[in-house]
């Protein structure tokens, strides 16, 4: 059992769609991130979120924190190719040398 | 600030020989540095812990025999993959912590390693 299940595993749309990636799990985070990730690379911070019920913009991107603390989404509006990537939550599990764990990913795709 | 380098980018090796995979803090010492596994089309996996000074601590089910990791300095872990067979073909990536508050961490662009 994955501790943070992200849904969709892969999503494929149009330019311009909107679109929300989900990051569920069963257990309590004090914070939550979110990350990209480009082929043949290693993954960008896209966001920290701390707060229960937090919501944080980034340009077309918004992430909310669930007031439980149990989950997250991020939500695209209007799509674009440049969006493509692997979207990974992440959380740090601090007993034990702060270890950044990641959930299970979602590939997005966004074609013209 | 807070860059991690990693090296080789790519390597190909025969089956049954050792690669070593190096990965640097650039402009930060780094007591604790982390190595993941990534296979195609999925997420990162822990591979172990990599500590300052002292043995690396690994995830369960990882074969700490097999993936060597060493950290002599602050700026600097290893990750060795001995005896390489065919199914250890896949992308390794380092990281590393920073700050107290904040929690960043920052990820080497990692090493894609297929062995033939």
């Known amino acids: 059992t994955q501790l943070l299940e992200q849904s969709p595993q892969f999503l494929s749309i149009q330019e311009g769609e909107n679109l929300t990636v989900y990051c569920n799990s069963s257990?309590?985070?004090?914070?939550l991130q979110w990350y990209r990730q480009e082929p043949g690379e290693g993954p960008v911070l896209l966001v920290t979120?701390?707060?229960?019920?937090e919501v944080k913009k980034l340009k077309r991107l918004t992430f909310q924190f669930g007031d439980a603390r149990k989950d997250s989404s991020l939500h695209i509006t209007a799509a674009q190719p440049g969006d493509t990537g692997l979207y990974l939550c992440?959380?740090?599990?601090?007993?034990?040398?702060?270890?950044?764990?990641f959930g299970t990913g979602t590939q997005l795709k966004v074609e013209l | 600030g807070a860059v991690v380098s990693q090296h080789p980018s790519w390597v190909i090796c025969k089956s049954g020989t050792s690669v070593k995979i190096e990965c640097r803090s650039l402009d930060f010492q780094a007591t604790t540095m982390f190595w993941y596994r990534q296979f195609p089309k999925q997420s990162l996996m822990l591979m172990a812990t990599?500590?300052?000074?002292?043995?690396?601590?690994?995830e369960q089910g990882v074969e700490k025999d097999k993936f060597l990791i060493n950290h002599a300095s602050l700026t600097l872990s290893t990750l060795t993959v001995t005896s390489a067979h065919p199914e250890d073909s896949s992308f390794y990536i380092c990281s590393a912590g920073w700050g107290q508050s904040t929690r960043g961490y920052t990820f080497g662009s990692g090493t894609r390693l297929t062995v033939v």
């Open positions: 992440a959380v740090i599990l601090t007993g034990g040398g702060n270890k950044l764990t």
């Open positions: 990599s500590n300052e000074g002292s043995k690396a601590t690994y």
């Open positions: 979120v701390v707060t229960g019920g």
């Open positions: 257990s309590v985070f004090s914070s």
